[in-house]
């Protein structure tokens, strides 16, 4: 038995115990001698189970920390871009996750093409050129995908 039948004849068994809790009891006429109805109803269910979906739906994860290259293991938001790139807003920058290596941007002091603050909250798309805006702690960044520069737009209370 795999773990995926396991876990359903487990969720099958508290769903049962959960109904004798309330005390709901199936109709005489369903009932038969020695559990065998419930027996039958548990490899009925079983067996649609198994094979209700294909084995190439399962979902794999794979776990990245800063020992990986993200600037902290704190993730405020994470957005994926049209390319399929993952970006993660941490309290440390902004991640840009390429699905080989990790590029991380972060506020510099005097420098206007940088972040506002390196404590990102949010991720947009522009929908009509696909750059990003990024929300943080200070204010609203916009980051051009062509330069890999960012441009201030709004800080906290002002428009910039």
Same mark, same amino acid.
């Given at each position: #038995? $795999? ?16 109904? +004798? #809790? &309330?005390? &709901? ?8 001698? *020695?559990?065998?109805? /419930?027996?039958?109803? /548990?490899? &009925?269910?079983?067996?649609? =189970? ?11 994860? $794979? ?6 290259? &993200?600037?902290?293991? !704190? ?10 790139? #993952? ?18 941007? +972060? ?9 506002? *603050? ?13 750059? /990003?805006?990024?929300?943080? !702690? ?10 890999? +520069?960012?441009? !201030?737009?709004? =800080?906290?209370? /002002?428009?910039?």
């Amino acid at each position: #038995m $795999n773990e995926k039948q396991l876990a359903f004849l487990q969720a099958v068994f508290v769903y049962f115990i959960n109904l +004798k #809790m &309330l005390n &709901l009891t199936i109709h005489n006429s369903l009932k038969c001698k *020695n559990g065998a109805f /419930l027996f039958a109803f /548990l490899i &009925l269910l079983i067996s649609v =189970q198994t094979f209700a979906q294909p084995e190439d739906h399962y979902f794999y994860f $794979n776990h990245y920390t800063n020992n990986d290259g &993200l600037s902290s293991n !704190r993730i405020n938001c994470i957005y994926e871009d049209e390319e399929g790139f #993952m970006w993660f807003g941490t309290d440390d920058g902004l991640n840009l996750y390429n699905g080989v290596e990790t590029t991380t941007f +972060k506020h510099r002091d005097k420098d206007l093409t940088s972040l506002f *603050n390196h404590d990102v909250q949010c991720i947009a798309s522009d929908p009509v050129t696909g750059n /990003l805006w990024i929300g943080t !702690r200070s204010g609203v960044s916009y980051f051009d995908k062509s330069t890999y +520069k960012f441009s !201030r737009k709004f =800080q906290t209370g /002002l428009l910039v």
